[in-house]
């Protein structure tokens, strides 16, 4: 008999709306000075714009940081670098962009002599605006949670995944938290939070949790 849970599983959605801040580089050391008075919206925007953006498939430069470097400023070793950084070994914003301005600082510390761009090949530091909303759609069995799954937008994947990552500061997300919690599926939700969500594309991710449950029915 399949498991009811107590609180069902509500499926939000987001839209993120991105907002110019009048922060611009147009070199290395002016990049690392804007990432050092940028807040959470700021690096999150940056860090995270491009998986809906490339939901087919996996960008070369993850970040828009990496993607600079390499392509405007022709540092590809320092944007390889950057692109090696991990996010899902960070819990919250602060720790990443400390990490990228370790790396950053430590390279301009061995080169000061690196590349000053025209006006027109800036960077522009922007910051995400997200709106929150309810879809309407909730899950109180397995099978309920999975054919809404099949059908929700990557948008509304991207929210339970990605942003409850940093959400909720733990780096778990929202929905191997009910899964286990309200299901009492452990088993299931150890397998969805060991999904690493930066090495496939939004659609295989959604595609991967989808396979996980079909195989507890």
Do not use: C
């Amino acid at each position: 008999m399949e498991t009811i849970a107590k609180y069902p599983f509500k499926f939000y959605t987001r839209l993120t709306l991105p907002q110019l801040t009048g922060i611009y580089a147009l070199n290395l050391k002016e990049l690392l000075d804007g990432i050092k008075k940028s807040d959470d919206s700021i690096i999150y925007y940056h860090t995270h714009h491009y998986l809906i953006q490339h939901h087919y498939v996996v960008p070369d430069a993850p970040n828009d940081f990496a993607h600079w470097i390499i392509h405007t400023l022709g540092e590809k070793l320092l944007g390889e670098e950057i692109s090696s950084i991990d996010m899902f070994n960070y819990n919250t914003m602060n720790d990443y962009k400390l990490e990228l301005i370790k790396k950053l600082t430590a390279f301009i510390s061995k080169d000061s002599k690196t590349r000053r761009v025209e006006m027109n090949e800036r960077f522009n530091f922007m910051k995400a605006v997200t709106f929150v909303m309810s879809t309407g759609k909730e899950a109180y069995t397995l099978r309920e949670f999975h054919d809404i799954l099949k059908n929700i937008t990557i948008f509304s994947v991207y929210y339970h995944f990605f942003e409850s990552h940093f959400r909720l500061g733990s780096g778990l997300d929202d929905f191997s938290i009910w899964i286990k919690d309200e299901l009492k599926l452990s088993d299931l939700a150890g397998k969805i939070q060991k999904l690493d969500p930066y090495s496939v594309t939004m659609d295989r991710l959604k595609e991967q949790i989808i396979n996980y449950t079909e195989k507890y029915f």
